[in-house]
């Protein structure tokens, strides 16, 4: 399974972006789809999941904020980012895991993107 993230940029605080992630291969075999995001000096953390049958979660620190969604037909999952802050601002992975269980730390994950940068200025 290969994972392709788009969609990061520059943005103001109080902002939108809408990040994509679309999934190539042996996609029969993915469950949860997931959103991590690393800043620069940090460990990478969780921001969001989504199962396979749409049940979500969010870390606290965008709950409200972010809306992860899925479209199983094309294998792909989105991020809508909404009311950016400067501390919204990393890289970030899309990634996806085989066992339908949501998993908050990265090593469950079995496939990852390749990162997209997201900025937001103050």
């Known amino acids: 399974v290969q994972l392709q993230a788009s969609g990061g940029g520059l943005v103001q605080a109080g902002g939108s972006l809408r990040l994509s992630c679309a999934a190539s291969?042996?996609?029969?075999?993915?469950?949860?789809m997931a959103w991590f995001r690393q800043a620069p000096g940090k460990q990478r953390e969780f921001v969001a999941a989504?199962?396979?049958?749409?049940?979500?979660y969010y870390a606290d620190s965008v709950k409200g904020r972010f809306t992860i969604s899925r479209d199983n037909a094309k294998n792909a999952v989105y991020l809508q980012m909404n009311s950016l802050k400067p501390e919204d601002t990393a890289v970030y992975f899309c990634?996806?895991?085989?066992?339908?269980?949501?998993?908050?730390?990265?090593?469950?994950?079995?496939?990852w993107g390749q990162g997209t940068l997201v900025t937001v200025s103050s």
């Open positions: 989504i199962s396979s049958d749409s049940f979500t």
């Open positions: 990634a996806a895991e085989r066992n339908g269980v949501i998993r908050l730390t990265p090593s469950p994950y079995d496939y």
């Open positions: 291969g042996r996609t029969s075999s993915i469950n949860v």
